[in-house]
């Protein structure tokens, strides 16, 4: 009588082989349908960019004139966004000059010299300021810097106080952890061989963790390049040229959030124009960035 | 030691380890009594003139050669799988000294009942007596080796060395006797000749037995001879005859 | 006994509040080996980084007493100097990984001075040659460290340890994460290297003290137990632990 069993117990197999399968299809699909959801707003916003952008950013003097006046005509002018580029790019690199110093050196401490309690609490510090809204941090440099030194009160000075408090404690945290990747092993070579901890900490260790720092760095730099909040009480804003580093200045967020809510179409346009722009660099910028980085750690040998 | 475990108690090694230590220590007691037993049985069936018990003597030589194969293959294995240091590389190497020793007081009996002739001998009863504190001496004395091996007794060991000195000394009396009854006329010539062999058979005996025990100190301490023994000063002795005083037995 | 290279007074080290090794007292006889041997946890790995002021790098680490290279004491010494002329090759291989094979030779002579291109080439090949490493490499000295082979990688860091020419070479368990024969070639090594250096190396292989090493310290929990020629360790060892120790009986 083992025909009917046999049957029964493949029956079974059958029905738990196949159970297990259509679970895991089942938890592929719906992780693919996570990532749609996922995308789907980043996917959207670079398509509303075009679709609504893509006709001003390709006119010629888009990125060499001035940002247009207000205009209630129907052929008003569309162009451009040459001072906000410019700003952008000034007010970035300042803050850059001042956090990569810093956020490196205050990383190097944190991590090697973590012995001293300072090290933690500079960690910790990090830790907690990456979590801080933007604006607070535009709201504390307008709350020293801006009210008690008047001479650069509003410009690119504060400005770019204001955002490398935002980038700084993003430095700060990659660095540290690019460096705590670096084997203690390199280290201890490093010091058994009778070279300095200093010299040991700047020319073996950081250059070993220098693609892990590059990452952060380029992280910092993008995610301050779009901040609008900590720039509007410290940069302020402006339509004309760079007018010096103690006066006030243009960036594209800032143009983004003027232009966006003004009432006229033309500078509407211009905003999504600015909007599809600063997007598209912060694209370019992040994949040539991330080539040049992966390049490096290949010809570091490949850690 | 301060509420650790001592580590001393806690035997972290491999029992077989341990077993095959305690293996290679009774195969070389178990030669050393076979070895015993020839010799008793070669001196008896030479000086009783047995030749029946001597041929049983020579029979067990093969015994003997199984035996000592046996103890060297053990003892390279031995050293070759556990590699030991230190006791138990002492061990290991001295029992393979001790067994060559061994091997060679067994041979000595062999040698006496090889020259067993029938019928008991007719020597002098002084050189009679001597042959027999000879083979007393020597008894104890390859006894106490023996025991001294089984038992890791370093001073049953050490106790033999002054029994070697009169050894030497009843193994010169003898020759003297010999040679004071070579001289003679009515000896038994052949007789004579089988004494001068077995008294010196004594002697190799005893040396044999000595080696054994120092090897077994060597084992269990790690001393060499010249550590505890001072160096005896030898010299050829001029054999002169004994003065006359044995008798021919009566018969 | 060659003259005395190092030597250890009343060393102890510690891990915040508790010893790791107390009251050490060790004599390293210069241009020799001494072997340090001992069950894990006994601090051979802690006394040997004291050596050249690596324990010091960990945090809430202390030591006490002294360490005296040709009589003078390292710890009042700048630790950068004493690391020059007391040189460690680590457990794992160490290589930079950044680094090529040239560069992490010279690494010693870059970053403490700035000597000339035929001057770095010299040392990177003689150190090359001491490592015997240099035959393998000598037409890719500017491929990454990291495409070596393990034992490669080894004879690499000590290449580089020997390029900073220092007088004693620190060694801790070198081989314990290499195959046989990468361990023979580097016992090998060792053997040459006692010509010009004075070597220490630590090992958990009692077989490799006792090829490699003229002397030999054995530890336990800390404390030293017994020092002395490696031949007279192995077989006749003074103190009951160090025996229980060799013959596997712990540890």
Redesign the interface.
């Known amino acids: 009588m083992s025909l009917p069993t046999r049957a029964a117990h493949r029956t079974f197999v059958f029905d738990r082989h196949a159970r297990r399968k259509l679970f895991s299809h089942g938890i592929a699909v719906l992780s693919g349908l996570t990532v749609i959801a996922v995308l789907y707003p980043l996917v959207s916003i670079v398509y509303e960019a075009f679709a609504l952008g893509g006709s001003v950013i390709f006119q010629p003097g888009f990125l060499t004139s001035v940002p247009p006046n207000a205009c209630s005509s129907l052929s008003c002018n569309t162009v451009g966004i040459g001072p906000d580029v410019q700003g952008t790019l000034i007010v970035v690199a300042m803050a850059a000059g001042i956090s990569i110093p810093v956020g490196v050196m205050a990383a190097i401490f944190a991590s090697e010299y973590r012995a001293k309690g300072v090290g933690r609490a500079i960690s910790f510090t990090a830790d907690v300021l990456t979590g801080v809204p933007s604006i607070i941090c535009g709201a504390f440099v307008y709350g020293y810097f801006v009210v008690y030194y008047p001479q650069i009160a509003y410009s690119f000075y504060t400005g770019s106080f204001a955002l490398s408090a935002i980038m700084i404690p993003i430095i700060v945290r990659t660095t540290e952890e690019a460096l705590r990747v670096v084997p203690n092993a390199t280290r201890e070579a490093a010091l058994a061989l009778g070279i300095s901890k200093w010299k040991a900490t700047l020319r073996i260790v950081l250059v070993a963790a220098l693609p892990g720092v590059a990452t952060g760095v380029l992280l910092a730099i993008m995610r301050a390049s779009g901040e609008a909040a900590p720039l509007l009480f410290t940069l302020l804003g402006s339509n004309i040229w760079f007018q010096g580093f103690n006066k006030e200045g243009a960036a594209m967020p800032l143009l983004i959030y003027f232009f966006a809510l003004s009432p006229y179409p033309n500078q509407v346009k211009v905003a999504w124009g600015a909007t599809l722009f600063l997007l598209s660099l912060i694209l370019i910028v992040n994949v040539v960035s991330r080539l040049l980085i992966h390049r490096m750690r290949v010809r570091m040998g490949g850690v | 030691m301060n509420g ?1 475990t001592d ?2 108690a ?4 491999p029992r077989g ?1 341990d077993l095959e230590i305690r293996d290679l220590k009774k195969r070389a007691v178990e030669m050393g009594e076979w070895a015993f037993a020839m010799f008793r049985d070669g001196w008896r069936a030479f000086n009783t003139g047995n030749l029946a018990a001597a041929q049983t003597v020579l029979d067990r030589d093969t015994e003997l050669d199984r035996l000592d194969e046996d103890m060297e293959h053990a003892a390279i294995a031995f050293l070759v799988l556990r ?8 061990t290991a190497t001295g029992l393979l000294k001790i067994t060559t020793h061994l091997d060679r007081i067994g041979r000595l009996g062999f040698d006496m009942a090889r020259i067993t002739t029938s019928g008991p001998g007719k020597e002098p009863n002084d050189l009679r007596d001597v042959l027999q504190r000879m083979d007393s001496a020597t008894e104890v004395m390859v006894r106490e080796a023996l025991d001294a091996l089984g038992k890791d007794r370093t001073d049953l060991a050490r106790d033999l060395f002054r029994k070697d000195d009169e050894i030497d000394h009843l193994h010169r009396q003898a020759n003297r006797i010999i040679l004071r009854e070579l001289r003679g006329k009515s000896s038994d010539t052949a007789r004579l000749a089988g004494d001068l062999l077995v008294a010196r058979h004594f002697e190799r005996i005893a040396d044999n037995a000595c080696k054994v025990a120092e090897k077994t100190i060597y084992a269990l301490t ?1 001393q060499r001879r010249s550590e505890y023994l001072p160096r005896h000063a030898f010299k050829p002795y001029v054999l002169e005859p004994a003065p006359t005083g044995g008798e021919s037995p009566s018969d | 006994m060659n003259p005395i290279k190092l030597r250890t007074e009343h060393l102890t080290a510690f891990y915040g509040e508790k010893p790791a090794i107390s009251e050490v007292k060790l004599d390293f006889p210069e241009r020799a080996v001494s072997a340090i041997i001992g069950p894990s946890g006994c601090g051979k790995s802690t006394l040997i980084r004291c050596l050249n002021r690596m324990h010091e790098t960990v945090a809430r680490a202390r030591v006490e007493g002294q360490v005296l290279l040709d009589n003078e004491d390292i710890y009042q010494l700048d630790p950068v100097r004493v690391r020059r002329r007391i040189g460690m090759v680590f457990q794992k291989p160490n290589p930079f990984v950044t680094m090529s094979i040239y560069n992490n030779v010279s690494a010693a002579l870059r970053f403490n001075g700035r000597p000339s291109r035929e001057e770095t080439d010299r040392t990177v090949v003689r150190s090359l040659q001491q490592a015997a490493l240099w035959d393998e490499v000598k037409d890719r000295v500017d491929a990454p460290a990291v495409s070596l082979s393990g034992g490669q990688q080894q004879r690499l860091c000590i290449a580089r340890a020997l390029a900073a020419e220092p007088e004693v070479l620190l060694m801790d368990e070198p081989c314990s994460a290499l195959d046989p024969i990468a361990t023979a070639k580097i016992e090998e090594l060792v053997g040459k290297l006692k010509d010009e250096y004075t070597v220490v190396i630590v090992t958990h292989n009692m077989q490799q003290a006792a090829r490699v090493a003229d002397y030999t310290a054995f530890m336990y929990l800390g404390k030293l137990i017994e020092f002395g020629p490696t031949e007279e360790l192995f077989e006749r060892p003074k103190d009951t632990l160090t025996e229980a120790y060799i013959t596997g009986r712990f540890g």
Not at chain 2, 10 to 13: A, E, I, L, P
Not at chain 2, 83 to 90: C, E, M, N, V
Request: net charge negative.
């Open positions: 650790e580590p001393l806690d035997t972290g090694r380890y590699q030991p240091t230190a006791g138990d590389l002492r790690g």
